[in-house]
């Protein structure tokens, strides 16, 4: 039972950083059940492993909901995350290999081509690759693990400021200089330029989130 639960977990992440599952979307034990073909034992399990890492919460009357971050909360995390972030950049100039970047070089050019067709969704994708392939050629498991972790709670939320006209061709500007910044072997200037990166998108949810309150 532990493995169907275990399963259960990784869809549901999976479903939550791609942004299928949004903050505050409900997860009804009956639906989950039919669509993934198991009782509600270890569907009970995996929404309880989650609530306990903080990805789900519970709700009188709602039952088990995504988690919704206060705006607090987020740029709590935004802070931690350009400090790591910037951490692995660094890192990555110092230890570049060919083979990682040709990889980031990959997720940059799929951040252009995204940003080009002006396809949200997909540039979601491609910045998490890019980024992704910064973090592994940082050569540091530990740094990687934690970023994961606090990806996993703010990835959802990379989304919006993608909607704001003009972000995406930022964006990518950003990546470009930060990239450079890595292949040139300037690790102060690649913390920095990614610290920046990072910041700049936290410093624009609480807007946005009042905004979609207000809506």
Known sequence: ?????????????????????????????ADLAKRFGVSRTPIREAIRSMVDTGLLETRP?????????TAKELSDL????AELEGMAARLASE????SHRETIQSGLQQCVDAAEAEDIPEYAKANLAFHSAIHHA???EWLCNQLEQIQARINVYR????????R?????EEHQAIADAIFGKDGKSADTLMRDHMMLQGA????????????
């Open 204 to 215: 624009r949810l609480p807007s946005l989130l009042r905004a979609m309150e207000e809506f």
């Open 159 to 166: 989304l919006m400021p993608y909607k704001v006209v003009g």
């Open 168 to 172: 995406l061709e930022k964006s990518v």
């Open 78 to 81: 935004f802070e931690v995350a």
């Open 95 to 98: 230890n570049l290999t060919a």
């Open 61 to 69: 009357r709602k039952g088990a909901i995504v988690r919704v971050l």
């Open 138 to 140: 940082s050569g540091n």
């Open 1 to 29: 039972m532990a493995r169907a639960s275990d399963k259960l977990i990784e869809q549901l992440k999976h479903e939550i950083f791609s942004g299928l599952l949004k903050p505050g979307d409900q997860l009804e034990e």
